[in-house]
């Protein structure tokens, strides 16, 4: 059985390979022309389909959507009971049918003209009646499906996503959509949070600071380091204004060489020290504070005030 199991496996993955094959063949006018009227479309890109149709769709709009086309999918039995309210002027609409036949099409059809809007076909069926309306066809024709009784979306399933990715990846290229405008598409995600996240939006600030004055004692920067955890006193004048900094690596440095916790904190302390700007990065935080191998810093204003902190374990929890 297992044999058997892992033919039909194969069998099925080669049978869609080999219709795949012929897809970088297709690109011609019609598509590059499909591609030029999205990129001047003014309004939103709408993707519909039915059945295995639709969820192809469902994906090839979200590709859009996040690869900077502005495009969102619409079910064409919703859109005839009132979806098509979402549709407006200027609007792109791309309509997914392997058999060109698929009868929602046929009533929308005539609603998305009197808009007007532009019509792209995704179809393996050139003399179809929706390829007949559309203004531009992107054929997804293939010889075979993967099923073996010639039923199922398979193989026309897989180029037609394909064939949706090349589309959103073109018009990605052509918008010289980069990795920052990426990041502002997928903000919760790893590279959203390494390439927004700035440092005074992760920053300790208020109470959890660890400052003392420049006329404390060591004793004193012992209690805030113990008080909020974070491996770093600020050292500043009565003004905020950073003097210095003492670290847990300072106060072990101070008593082995027989220094007391009652001294000056200016004894001890490492002058002005490395720091932060609210405006940068939080992932070129990371990487200086591995460079430097340290795992905090104060976070300083323009006027050099000490305005935050900032720990590694807080840019983890933030998600780099």
């Not at 019609?30 to 039915?50: E, P, Y």
């Not at 309210?85 to 929602?104: C, K, N, P, Q, R």
């Not at 590279?191 to 300790?204: S, T, Y």
Request: with cysteine; hydrophobic share 45%; net charge negative.
């Amino acid at each position: 059985m297992r044999e058997i199991l892992i033919e039909a496996a194969r069998e099925t993955l080669q049978t869609e390979i080999d219709q795949i094959v012929s897809l970088p063949d297709r690109l011609d006018n019609a598509f590059a022309d499909a591609c030029t009227m999205m990129l001047a479309c003014r309004g939103k890109v709408i993707v519909s389909g039915m059945g295995k149709s639709g969820h192809i769709g469902k994906k090839i709009a979200a590709t859009l959507a996040s690869t900077g086309t502005p495009a969102f999918y619409v079910h064409p039995a919703e859109a005839l009971h009132g979806d098509l309210g979402m549709i407006a002027t200027g609007d792109v609409v791309v309509l997914i049918s392997y058999s060109g036949h698929a009868a929602e099409f046929r009533r929308m059809i005539p609603l998305l003209r009197a808009l007007p809007v532009g019509i792209i076909a995704f179809t393996g069926n050139a003399d179809s009646p929706l390829a007949q309306e559309a203004d531009h066809v992107i054929n997804v024709e293939v010889s075979r499906e993967a099923c073996p009784l010639g039923l199922a979306p398979t193989s026309s399933a897989v180029c037609t996503l394909m064939m949706g990715d090349a589309m959103a990846i073109a018009l990605m290229r052509a918008r010289n959509f980069n990795e920052n405008d990426y990041a502002r598409t997928h903000p919760a995600g790893s590279l959203g949070a390494r390439l927004l996240c700035r440092v005074g939006d992760i920053m300790r600030n208020g109470e959890k600071i660890a400052q003392v004055q420049e006329d404390a004692l060591i004793s004193d920067a012992l209690f805030e380091l113990t008080r909020t955890g974070l491996g770093l006193v600020a050292v500043t004048d009565r003004d905020r204004r950073l003097r210095g900094v003492f670290s847990d690596g300072d106060l072990r440095r101070w008593l082995l060489k027989g220094g007391h916790i009652s001294a000056a904190i200016v004894d001890a302390m490492t002058p002005m020290g490395f720091s932060l700007s609210p405006s940068q990065l939080a992932s070129e935080a990371l990487a200086a504070f591995h460079e430097r191998k340290i795992s905090a810093a104060p976070v300083l204003s323009e006027d050099n005030r000490v305005v935050g902190a900032l720990a590694m374990h807080d840019i983890h929890d933030a998600g780099l």
